[in-house]
Every structure is written in C-alpha cells, then in structure tokens.
C-alpha cells in the first residue's frame, strides 16, 4: 500500500502569510497513462472535504489562484501564497495512482 | 450539478450490519466514467478510503476492510450502497459519498456525510 505522509500536521499562520504543505508518498504517483494523480482537499470545520487541486497541479473552478500545487514522483507541495481567515481547516492530499487509495493524515492550518 | 445524499441509521449496534445509501441527483449512476466511492471519518480523525464502483459496475476495496464490506447500487433508483458486516466501536464515523470523472480517482463531488455511530 502507498503511505501518504504530509508535514507539518500543524501549521500556524499569519494572515496575509504564505503557507506550504509537504505531501509524500512511499512510491511514485507516475500512472501508467504518464499522469501523475496527487490530488488536495480542504475540510473546512463542520464541512464536507472540498477537492482544491487534482493532478498535481490542476486548480479546480472557483478555487482562488492563491492555492498551486507542485511536485513530481513522490514529493508533492500546497501553497497558499497569502493565507485569509477562510482558509482555516484540514488540508489533505491523497493518491489515487494505486489500489487502494489512500490519504495523509491531514494538516490542520490555524490562525495565529 | 451532481448532487449526492447519504442516507441511512445512525445508531448501528455491535456485530451488525452498517447499510447506507447514496441517492444521486442531477446525473446518472450508470454515465459512462462516471464512478462513486465512500470515505468515512472517525471523529476528530482523517479520511479513510472505502471502496469504489464504477459507472460499469466494478468494485475496488480497501483491503483493510474487504472482507466486511459490499458496494453495490441500484440503477432503477440511482442509488449506490454501503453495507460494511460485523461492526465495532472503530466503525463509529462521518460517512460520506463521492463522485469523480474519469481516470485518478479524484473525488470531486462530496455528500454532506452521515454519522453511524456503533454501540449497544
């Protein structure tokens, strides 16, 4: 199975800070279709995850431009260039190259 | 829009049987590349992959729990199901259903999840 690990699992910011979430797996996300399937959700408290960014790098519509995804293989980032109130939550990143799927424990981003 | 709804007991007791439904809106179970999973959360704790069908049928495990559970669906009602057997206090969790298109599984439609909670 693939053991996704994410660091820090808690992230204090500033607002109007950057922030960035360490995503890696215990084997590279390269599918066979040459597409690499890293995708982040956000939990904001009392809601349902919401996807941000699929495919490594692929913002969702209606998603602000200040989150991007990066990496490649088996190391992956989230950055939040200019952190606001609203991104508080748990940010998770989780593979679905390989059966079964699997998540990171999660990184809750506080206000500090 | 997709839309997707859990639904199903809440109180579910020791060594029975956990069945949800995820009744879908606004699309068909059956589109081609169309696919559905269920992820639960225990409280206060992150998300666990289930298992997946997809829009043909085919269903994918998590092997941590394959031997107690069972997806299907119902294309008449176009709904999917959760049955997972033999239930425990670690099966207490938000439950929820998802939907995403095509190759990756990269749930981008999410229930607002159902609490099952397990005790006698």
């Known amino acids: 199975d693939v053991l996704m690990t994410q660091s820090p699992l808690s992230l204090p910011v500033t607002p109007g800070q950057p922030a960035s979430i360490s995503c890696r797996s215990s084997q590279s996300l390269v599918y066979s279709d040459g597409n690499t399937y890293l995708t982040w959700f956000q939990q904001r408290p009392g809601q349902s995850p919401r996807r941000l960014i699929y495919e490594v790098s692929h913002r969702d519509s209606g998603v602000p431009d200040r989150f991007s995804g990066s990496g490649s293989g088996t190391d992956f980032t989230l950055r939040i260039s200019r952190v606001e109130a609203e991104d508080v939550g748990v940010y998770y990143c989780?593979?679905?190259?390989?059966?079964?799927?699997?998540f990171g424990q999660g990184t809750k981003v506080e206000i500090k | 829009q997709l839309y997707l709804q859990e639904s199903g007991p809440g109180l579910v007791k020791p060594l029975e049987t956990l069945s949800l439904t995820c009744t879908v809106s606004s699309g068909s179970i059956t589109s081609r590349s169309f696919h559905w999973g269920w992820i639960r959360q225990p409280p206060g704790k992150g998300l666990e992959w289930i298992g997946t069908?997809?829009?043909?049928?085919?269903?994918y495990y998590n092997p941590s729990l394959e031997s107690r559970v069972t997806i299907s669906r119902d294309t008449s009602k176009n709904q999917f199901s959760l049955r997972l057997n033999s239930v425990s206090a670690a099966d207490t969790a938000l439950y929820y259903c998802?939907?995403?298109?095509?190759?990756?599984?990269?749930?981008?439609?999410w229930g607002q999840g159902t609490m099952v909670t397990v005790s006698s």
């Open positions: 998802a939907f995403y298109y095509g190759s990756g599984s990269s749930f981008n439609i």
């Open positions: 069908i997809y829009y043909s049928g085919s269903t």
């Open positions: 989780m593979q679905g190259t390989h059966w079964p799927l699997s």
